[in-house]
C-alpha cells in the first residue's frame, strides 16, 4: 500500500508553521502556502517548501517534523525536503481562512501619508 500526494498533504497539516504559533494562532505550512509542490513515485517522496522570509530561523525545525510526519505514511521509503530560498511568499498564498484567523489577532495598521 502506497500512498500520494493527498495524503502527503494531509501529513503535513501536522505540521504548524513556529512563527503562527507564536501569534496564538496555530497554522499549518500546507494552509499557510509554504508547500509549493508534493511528489511522490514508488515511495520516494519529495516535499518543496517555500519560506515566508529568506531569514526564517524556523526551516531546520519545519523541515524536521515534515520529514517525520511524512515519513510515518504507510509505503514511504525515503523523504526529501527541498526548500526553495528563491521563491517569494506572499501573505495571499495562505488559506483564506487562515490569514482570516491571524489578521483577528494582528489586524494591519494603515497610515495615512499626506
Same mark, same amino acid.
Given at each position: ?7 502527503? !498533504? ?16 496555530? &497554522? ?40 517525520? &510526519? ?9 523523504? !526529501? ?24 489577532? !494582528? ?8
Amino acid at each position: 500500500m502506497s500512498c500520494g500526494t493527498d495524503e502527503v !498533504r494531509d501529513a503535513l497539516r501536522r505540521v504548524a508553521d513556529p512563527c503562527a504559533v507564536a501569534t496564538g494562532v496555530p &497554522v499549518d505550512i500546507v494552509a499557510m502556502g509554504l508547500v509549493q509542490d508534493v511528489r511522490v513515485d514508488s515511495g520516494e517522496v519529495t516535499v518543496e517548501l517555500r519560506l515566508t522570509s529568506p531569514f526564517c530561523m524556523q526551516i531546520g525545525l519545519i523541515t524536521e517534523q515534515a520529514r517525520a &510526519v511524512v515519513g510515518e505514511l504507510p509505503g514511504v521509503t525515503e523523504v !526529501r525536503i527541498e526548500v526553495d530560498h528563491v521563491a517569494e511568499w506572499m501573505p495571499e498564498d495562505m488559506d483564506p481562512e487562515a490569514r482570516a484567523a491571524l489578521r483577528r489577532v !494582528r489586524p494591519l495598521s494603515l497610515t495615512v501619508i499626506s
